[in-house]
């Protein structure tokens, strides 16, 4: 089955500086890769996903590169203010033979200090 | 309160006990999951509803049992459960099985 591996475990920056997660997942046929985020105490929220047959992904302050070669997959954000301070988890979809069943990566602790 | 709703928001209970865990999403949505959230560990998918059938158990533990009565409503039954149960247990819907994940804000269980 799929597995995704996600890092870094934790990240601070400084407050406008970039920050950057990066995940890896094992099955070449997954085609769908989300990103949440989750403050604490409240419930994850999509904020931006890429399917398999587009390299790259803009939402304003929000990128997420894919290399579909390499089998990884990238958030960038830019621009970084306190309250993206979160924990952000990637996912992978397995193949569309599976439906909607999403991997999760371990999640990564973003702070951003003022 | 629009989207997906979780009750209760907090549990404590014994391993002897029995209690449910209840979601509802309002949002028209044809397919429901739970998820169990531990610390330092990847969000894990227990079960999924597409359809009001149940389409994936990821080898959960029988004292965890669902039950979805219809497409707008998900429950997890829970007893005899042990320690290591104590997690946030999340549900989340989608407009259909290949679709977008919406989460409810979780249940934190507390097994004593």
């Not at chain 1, 904020?47 to 290399?67: F, H, M, P, W, Y």
Request: charge should be neutral; glycine fraction near 6%.
């Amino acid at each position: 089955g799929e597995n995704v591996e996600q890092h870094p475990s934790t990240l601070s920056v400084q407050e406008g500086d970039s920050a950057v997660i990066k995940c890896t997942y094992s099955d070449s046929a997954s085609n769908y890769f989300p990103w949440y985020k989750q403050e604490l105490g409240k419930r994850p929220q999509l904020i931006i996903d890429i399917r398999s047959n587009v390299g790259e992904k803009k939402d304003q302050r929000i990128a997420v590169t894919l290399n579909k070669t390499a089998k990884h997959f990238s958030l960038h954000i830019t621009e970084t203010q306190p309250e993206d301070s979160a924990v952000y988890f990637c996912a992978a979809r397995q193949n569309m033979e599976y439906g909607n069943k999403l991997v999760f990566g371990a999640g990564t602790i973003l702070r951003v200090k003022s | 309160e629009t989207g997906v709703t979780q009750t209760p928001r907090h549990l404590v209970m014994g391993m002897t006990n029995k209690k449910s865990l209840k979601c509802e999403q309002h949002l028209g949505h044809n397919a429901m999951y739970w998820y169990k959230q531990s610390a330092k560990k990847p969000l894990e998918l227990m079960f999924v509803y597409s359809l009001e059938e149940r389409v994936e158990n990821n080898s959960v533990p029988s004292r965890f049992s669902p039950e979805c009565p219809n497409s707008s409503h998900l429950f997890l039954h829970l007893h005899t459960l042990q320690p290591e149960d104590s997690a946030l247990y999340l549900c989340a819907s989608s407009q259909d099985y290949f679709g977008e994940q919406y989460f409810g804000p979780g249940t934190r269980l507390t097994v004593t």
